[in-house]
């Protein structure tokens, strides 16, 4: 198993397990490997090929790794991102839950099922009615209308016209594209577009959403207004999904948990505060480097013990208020402010534990 950890302050738990929802993962990874080349199924199963780099690998063996020895679950309802840079195999790596791509060893369990045991009937059959996945290039038909377009999945699977256009409408109208159902794709703008990938993606009602980079060839404010977008659609829908992108900002804004990949490796797996607050390697550390902790750490990662001379009372936050949020407050008073959880104080943050995330100190 790689040396991967999930760190919160105080915490390690076992790698790949959710510590934000509790009950069995909708979707369990264990051990996965992809290994691309000759003879590549060897490559797992041997310690002294598995010890070597990329790069090494591919002078001795012709191989490549793509992707490394990775676990980890999806909580139902959960927004898990998958980030790296450019070749860390997050692509590949979304490809091969669904067995786009076929892995070369390891477990891919959805819902108690080892989906690399299933067969091509089975794969079709959850790939119609329990998979969705947003591309980074649409992949709209330009010859389709969008309520079509929209409705293509349905039809995939089978459902009548009036079926197909009942819930096309219901979804148009979720994802806020009213009134263009007869466009063709062509006659509007990207992020009107890849609302139609959305669109298309919730229309057969998945129990598992996979975004590839959906939005990174889009416009800054177009991005950011389809990163909103998603975050309504799950607060609404509550779907579980798994999104991969290259974008640290796009990672912290959107997932209940990140993983961070390196050259097809796991390096660290976490809340986005977990990240900032305990990178896991020097890494991970570069990588976080330009946030600004105030806006990503919560007050239990500077909140110091409870003392004698603390005060008895005064203002209250909670543990789990970001830093940016509670300032105002911290500052505005003369005295620390007082942490609490479940009725109890569990630590105090006054000025001096403020001014250090602002200050850059800490």
Sequence with gaps: MAAVTENS???TVTPGESTTTAGKPLISVRDLWMVFGPKAATVPNNEELCALSRRELMERTGNTIAVRDISFDVAPGEVFVVMGLSGSGKSTLVRCLTRLIEPTAGSVVFEG????EADAKRLRELRRH???MVFQNF???PHRRVVDNVAYGLEVRGAGRAE???RAAEVIELVGLAGYENSYPDELSGGMQQRVGLARAL???PD???FDEPFSALDPLIRRDMQNEVIRLHRELGKTMVFITHDLSEALKLGDRILIMRDGKPVQIGTGDELVGAPADDYVRDFV???PKGDVLTLRWIMRPVTDADPADGPEVSPDTVIRDATRLVLSNHQPVRVVENGAVVGIVGHEEILAIVAGVR
């Design 9 to 11: 302050q105080d915490l």
């Design 113 to 116: 099922e080892n989906l690399l």
């Design 130 to 132: 329990k998979f969705s």
């Design 139 to 141: 992949g709209l038909l």
């Design 164 to 166: 197909r256009r009942e």
């Design 203 to 205: 229309a057969v009602e």
């Design 208 to 210: 598992l959403m996979l």
């Design 289 to 291: 480097s330009d946030v």
